[in-house]
Antibody, heavy 120, light 112 residues
Framework: EVKLLESGGGLVQPGGSLRLSCAASGFTFTDFYMSWIRQPPGKAPEWLGVIRNKANGYTTEYNPSVKGRFTISRDNTQNILYLQMNTLRAEDTAIYYC???????????WGQGVMVTVSS | DIVMTQGVLPNPVPSGESASITCRSSKSLVYKDGKTYLNWFLQRPGQSPQLLTYWMSTRASGVSDRFSGSGSGTYFTLKISRVRAEDAGVYYCQQVREYPLTFGSGTKLEIK
């Protein structure tokens, strides 16, 4: 069974940093692209970025809205996806999801999400 | 960025009736391979989004055949036949034609 489990969320002050993790199981992690998506309360999801699979060299793409502040990485020995978030702002407050996909294929599995609140 | 614009439903929809949700993209979502890179998701309250259809009209595994996607390069429709209480939630279209991937603002479906 495919499982994606996010962790690392919480309350952080403006200007602070946070690292989210997404533990993956039930599939061959290195075969899949992994994305981070966030959703502010009551609003639509926003795609943040992707890290491609082994066949595509684990390269990354980012939404310009977070490029330079957020970094996506993966540990392919432990099947964990990461999102490093720096210089956090109030508008980064959202539920953060990880999701898997593959080249040309959609997000077929999502995690349950983790809440990040940026506030003083 | 490709902007996705979704329509509004005349809620609530009576159980057993059909509902059509519309989505428009600011650019054609047809890629050179001939596929149209448009996905539909349903998000029930308190849950993660669930994939319904991809490549505009291909149903995801385990999704009821009451859900059908159609459209052209820039105008898309998700039709839900014989709506049930479990279909209630917010529906999102998403383009994966190019980065950054973008979602529509969502269409809420309420069932009567």
């Amino acid at each position: 069974e495919v499982k994606l489990l996010e962790s690392g969320g919480g309350l952080v002050q403006p200007g602070g940093s946070l690292r989210l993790s997404c533990a993956a199981s039930g599939f061959t992690f290195t075969d899949f692209y992994m994305s981070w998506i966030r959703q502010p309360p009551g609003k639509a999801p926003e795609w943040l970025g992707v890290i491609r699979n082994k066949a595509n060299g684990y390269t990354t793409e980012y939404n310009p809205s977070v490029k330079g502040r957020f970094t996506i990485s993966r540990d392919n020995t432990q099947n964990i996806l990461y999102l490093q978030m720096n210089t956090l702002r109030a508008e980064d407050t959202a539920i953060y999801y990880c999701a898997r996909s593959s080249g040309g294929y959609p997000f077929d599995y999502w995690g349950q999400g983790v809440m990040v609140t940026v506030s003083s | 960025d490709i902007v996705m614009t979704q329509g509004v439903l005349p809620n609530p929809v009576p159980s057993g009736e059909s509902a059509s949700i519309t989505c428009r993209s600011s650019k054609s979502l047809v890629y050179k391979d001939g596929k149209t890179y448009l996905n539909w998701f349903l998000q029930r309250p308190g849950q993660s989004p669930q994939l319904l259809t991809y490549w505009m009209s291909t149903r995801a595994s385990g999704v009821s055949d009451r859900f059908s996607g159609s459209g052209s390069g820039t105008y898309f429709t998700l039709k839900i036949s014989r709506v049930r209480a479990e279909d209630a939630g917010v529906y999102y279209c998403q383009q994966v034609r190019e980065y950054p991937l973008t979602f529509g603002s969502g269409t809420k479906l309420e069932i009567k």
